[in-house]
């Protein structure tokens, strides 16, 4: 079966919770560049914050990031966590992931659409209608 996205769902830990919380990351194809990790707050309810892919990328390596959302390996206590800062007018939160769970689903993104190959999989057209069409 061919797709042109990825999900992956798991158990994240939030700063502002007392239990773990089921987050969900996505990736489509025809927005090659960006991943989406939205965050169930109440049943029925997600909140998803979208960013660039690099981001998660590089930040397993090394902290980055300097806007709203930050990747910071660095904070971690434990190399098989991933720290995500996530900053808004309404708040800050701390998600603690798996690392593994990360790179499993980095390497599925690789999988449909290789790093570097973004532009090949981006219709700018699409874009431009979008925008001018609002």
Not at 67 to 73: E, I
Not at 79 to 84: E, G, N, P, R
Request: proline letters at 5%; a negative charge.
């Amino acid at each position: 079966m061919i797709t042109d996205s990825v999900h992956q769902h798991q158990f994240v830990a939030l700063s502002s919770s007392p239990a773990p919380v089921l987050s969900r990351c996505s990736y489509l194809a025809y927005e090659p560049y960006a991943v989406s990790m939205a965050f169930q707050a109440e049943k029925g309810r997600w909140v998803e914050w979208s960013f660039a892919r690099e981001l998660l990328v590089q930040g397993l390596t090394e902290p980055t990031g300097i806007g709203d959302v930050r990747v910071r390996p660095d904070l971690a206590l434990d190399d098989d966590v991933l720290i995500l800062e996530i900053e808004s007018p309404d708040g800050y939160a701390v998600v603690e992931m798996q690392r593994d769970d990360v790179e499993r689903f980095l390497a599925a993104t690789i999988d449909l659409v290789p790093l570097g190959s973004e532009e090949e999989h981006f219709d700018v057209e699409t874009l431009i209608d979008e925008i001018t069409n609002v």
